[in-house]
């Protein structure tokens, strides 16, 4: 039977609130409630873990965050999913030494990505719950030669690696897009260096993001710069 998670992002303000919610959940295959209250409030989620029969999980992603909620007692599992593979198998190891059972989340990524997140898991004795690999799911195409298998509920673990599709043209590339919303600043990126830009209002729109956009988000077009990026799209 499929299990239930429920993840408020924290929406709840006050813990009360999410202990009526747990209780009208009894009876369903809840399996956890991740994030119900703010996360710098690790009281709250020693209370909650107190009041409520469903387990308690926070989503984490750096080794100090992952210390300080499981010396605490706050949490009964923990989603991880910090920017390096590495540092998963680091925050997990920790829990592990508290006997705390951990997932990966996902940001519902392209094949690559997803394939580097089996085997992070694969690397972590505890990371025993399902994991949020779902990209190749929800995407027309993950973009890898040969997509990641499936027996049993269980992702196999590649042994060879995986290989890019080079053969993606431009016109295919425009239809792999995410079907959950992401940052507008990062979509916009990717959808101006797909192809030429042939309307006015795209023009005007990276002229637009170029002026107004610094940081990260900028860094990120200038990755249009790569000669083969554009040997792809034409």
């Given at each position: 039977?499929?299990?239930?998670?429920?993840?408020p992002?924290?929406?709840?303000?006050?813990?009360?609130?999410?202990?009526?919610?747990?209780?009208?959940?009894?009876?369903?295959?809840?399996?956890?409630?991740?994030?119900?209250?703010?996360?710098?409030?690790?009281?709250?989620?020693v209370?909650?873990?107190?009041?409520?029969?469903?387990?308690?999980?926070?989503?984490?992603?750096?080794?100090?965050?992952?210390?300080?909620?499981?010396?605490?007692e706050?949490?009964?599992?923990?989603?991880?999913?910090?920017?390096?593979?590495?540092?998963?198998?680091?925050?997990?190891?920790?829990?592990?030494?508290?006997?705390?059972?951990?997932?990966?989340?996902?940001?519902?990524?392209?094949g690559?990505?997803?394939?580097?997140?089996?085997?992070?898991?694969?690397?972590?004795?505890?990371?025993?719950?399902?994991?949020?690999?779902?990209?190749?799911?929800?995407?027309?195409?993950?973009?890898?030669?040969d997509?990641?298998?499936?027996?049993?509920?269980?992702?196999?673990?590649?042994?060879?690696?995986?290989?890019?599709?080079?053969?993606?043209?431009?016109?295919?590339?425009?239809?792999?897009?995410?079907?959950?919303?992401?940052?507008?600043?990062?979509?916009?990126?990717?959808?101006?260096?797909?192809?030429?830009?042939?309307?006015?209002?795209?023009?005007?729109?990276?002229?637009?993001?170029?002026?107004?956009?610094?940081?990260?988000?900028?860094?990120?077009?200038?990755?249009?710069?790569?000669?083969?990026?554009?040997?792809?799209?034409?």
């Amino acid at each position: 039977d499929f299990k239930i998670t429920i993840d408020p992002n924290t929406r709840f303000h006050k813990p009360i609130h999410a202990i009526r919610l747990a209780r009208q959940l009894e009876g369903y295959n809840v399996e956890v409630f991740e994030d119900p209250v703010p996360k710098g409030n690790l009281d709250w989620y020693v209370l909650l873990r107190q009041k409520m029969n469903i387990a308690v999980a926070l989503h984490l992603g750096a080794p100090a965050q992952v210390f300080e909620a499981v010396k605490r007692e706050a949490v009964d599992y923990l989603n991880i999913s910090p920017g390096a593979m590495s540092e998963f198998v680091r925050c997990a190891y920790i829990a592990h030494a508290a006997d705390v059972p951990v997932w990966h989340g996902s940001g519902v990524d392209l094949g690559i990505m997803d394939t580097s997140y089996v085997h992070a898991c694969a690397a972590a004795p505890n990371c025993t719950l399902a994991s949020d690999i779902v990209g190749n799911f929800l995407r027309e195409d993950d973009l890898l030669v040969d997509p990641i298998r499936f027996e049993n509920g269980h992702a196999l673990v590649p042994r060879n690696g995986r290989k890019a599709r080079d053969d993606i043209r431009c016109r295919n590339a425009a239809k792999v897009k995410p079907l959950a919303a992401r940052n507008d600043c990062l979509r916009d990126a990717v959808d101006v260096g797909r192809c030429e830009n042939k309307k006015n209002v795209r023009r005007r729109l990276f002229k637009c993001f170029q002026q107004s956009v610094k940081g990260r988000c900028r860094q990120h077009v200038h990755l249009i710069d790569d000669v083969d990026f554009f040997l792809l799209c034409r």
